[in-house]
Nanobody, 127 residues
Framework: QVHLVEFGGGQVQPGGSLTLSCTVSGFHLSSRSIAWFRQAPGKGREGISC??????????AYVDSVKGRFTISGDNAKNTVYLQMNSLKPEDTAVYYCATGLSCSGAYYERAWVDYWGQGTQVTVSA
């Protein structure tokens, strides 16, 4: 059974850093792609990053709002994907979800791409 479990949410000051993790079960991490989504209060859920650990050179992707600040990585042996978030801004405040779909070459930033969701973890960026 496919299952995604997230850890690492919390409160951080603007400019600070936080790392989220997503451990998957029910499939080999390298066989599918993992994306991170976030949903701010009153807004839609948006994909922000994706990784395909089974592809050469990791095959990562980012939307412009997080590029250069966030880094996605994966550990196939641990079936875990990480999202390292640096230089956090108040507008990064959201519930963050990991999700799996077929390929980062697709529209990973859209909800329709997702086959399975994690439960979400709250990230709050405030002073």
């Amino acid at each position: 059974q496919v299952h995604l479990v997230e850890f690492g949410g919390g409160q951080v000051q603007p400019g600070g850093s936080l790392t989220l993790s997503c451990t998957v079960s029910g499939f080999h991490l390298s066989s599918r792609s993992i994306a991170w989504f976030r949903q701010a209060p009153g807004k839609g859920r948006e994909g922000i990053s994706c990784i395909s650990t089974g592809e050469p050179d990791g095959n990562t992707a980012y939307v412009d709002s997080v590029k250069g600040r966030f880094t996605i990585s994966g550990d196939n042996a641990k079936n875990t994907v990480y999202l390292q978030m640096n230089s956090l801004k108040p507008e990064d405040t959201a519930v963050y979800y990991c999700a799996t779909g077929l390929s980062c070459s697709g529209a990973y930033y859209e909800r329709a791409w997702v086959d399975y969701w994690g439960q979400g973890t709250q990230v709050t960026v405030s002073a």
